[in-house]
């Protein structure tokens, strides 16, 4: 005869199995589900560009941000970081990538929106190589699971100018 103590333990393991599987199903599942999230961003205004002191060159612009990221949120889905970066190549780097605002999507109901804001960190080059450059602004996101592994990818928007001179 099992003990009651082998037999509670065989019901724990089965249990243990079962939520598994169920994760590794419920993950599977996830990552079937192919989102298709949509991004605008406007350059509405170049508050001012200009050298600093040191020598490295500073841009402040504002920016209306929209995006539509529903399509990322299922039952699975705790919630998604996104941040905007400009990125730009320049003679010494082919990619820079400065992060220019971010936030945090609790859920499904807050995944369309958009924002009107300045850069909420500071867009610097380190060095003087931002007029007349060229730049994406690449929308990020990472996916952060009830369970299962993160997940992260991202929408290049191209076709950005900085002017050609401080102001
Ligand atoms: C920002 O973009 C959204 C969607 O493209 C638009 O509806 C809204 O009017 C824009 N806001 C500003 C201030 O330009
Ligand atoms: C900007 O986007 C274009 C088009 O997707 C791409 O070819 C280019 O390499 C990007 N530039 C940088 C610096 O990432």
Redesign the pocket.
């Known amino acids: 005869m099992h003990s009651f103590g082998y037999r509670a333990n065989a019901l724990l393991t089965f249990a243990v199995t079962i939520l598994a599987l169920m994760c590794a199903m419920a993950s599977l599942s996830d990552n079937l589900n192919s989102p298709s999230p949509t991004s605008q961003v406007q350059v509405l205004n170049i508050n001012w560009f200009q050298k600093k002191l040191d020598g490295d060159d500073e841009v402040s612009m504002t920016l209306n941000v929209s995006a539509n990221l529903e399509s990322l949120f299922t039952w699975n889905t705790k919630q998604v970081f996104v941040f905007l970066a400009a990125?730009?190549?320049t003679p010494k780097n082919s990619?820079n990538q400065v992060s220019l605002w971010d936030g945090i999507i609790p859920a499904k109901e807050h995944a369309k929106f958009w924002i009107h804001t300045t850069n909420k960190y500071r867009f610097i080059d380190q060095g003087s190589n931002l007029r007349g450059r060229e730049f994406?602004l690449t929308l990020h996101w990472h996916i952060m699971p009830k369970t299962g592994k993160m997940f992260a990818d991202k929408i290049?928007m191209?076709g950005y100018r900085l002017p050609d001179a401080y102001r």
Request: proline share 0%; charged share 30%; aromatic share 14%.
């Open positions: 990125e730009y190549e990619l994406n290049v191209s």
